[in-house]
Nanobody, 117 residues
Framework: QVQLEESGGGLVPAGGSLRLSCAAS????????MTWFRQAPGKEREFVAT????????YYADSMKGRFTISRDVAKNTVYLQMNSLKPEDTAVYFC??????????WGRGTQVTVSS
C-alpha cells in the first residue's frame, strides 16, 4: 500500500523559512512526478510546485517562484519543499502528491504551515 508521509511544518514568523519533506513508501510503480499543493482555510487546494522524476524539471506557481524550491531524492523516494521569505498568506496545510501515471495518484495527509505576522 502506498503511503506518503509529510513532515517539517510548523509555526514561523514572517520572513522565516521551513523545509517540508514527503517520503513515499509501499510502491513498486514508477514515479512520474511529485507535487506539493496547499489549502488555506476557506480556500480551494492550489498547486505549489512539481518536479518531474525523469529529469528533475521543476515548475512553480507564480506566487512561489523565487521563494520556494522543490527537490527530490530519488533513492529515498522523497520530495522536499524549501520555503523561504514566508508570508502570512503562505499559511495553509501543505499536501504531497505522487503521480504514478497509469497506476494512479496518491495524497499525503498534509502538514500545517503557519506564518505569523
Amino acid at each position: 500500500q502506498v503511503q506518503l508521509e509529510e513532515s517539517g511544518g510548523g509555526l514561523v514568523p514572517a520572513g522565516g523559512s521551513l523545509r517540508l519533506s514527503c517520503a513515499a513508501s509501499g510502491s513498486t510503480f514508477s514515479t512520474y512526478a511529485m507535487t506539493w499543493f496547499r489549502q488555506a482555510p476557506g480556500k480551494e487546494r492550489e498547486f505549489v510546485a512539481t518536479i518531474i522524476e525523469s529529469d528533475g524539471s521543476a515548475y512553480y506557481a507564480d506566487s512561489m517562484k523565487g521563494r520556494f524550491t522543490i527537490s527530490r531524492d530519488v533513492a529515498k523516494n522523497t520530495v522536499y519543499l524549501q520555503m523561504n521569505s514566508l508570508k502570512p498568506e503562505d499559511t495553509a496545510v501543505y499536501f504531497c502528491n505522487v503521480d504514478y501515471g497509469t497506476q494512479g495518484m496518491y495524497w499525503g495527509r498534509g502538514t500545517q504551515v503557519t506564518v505569523s505576522s
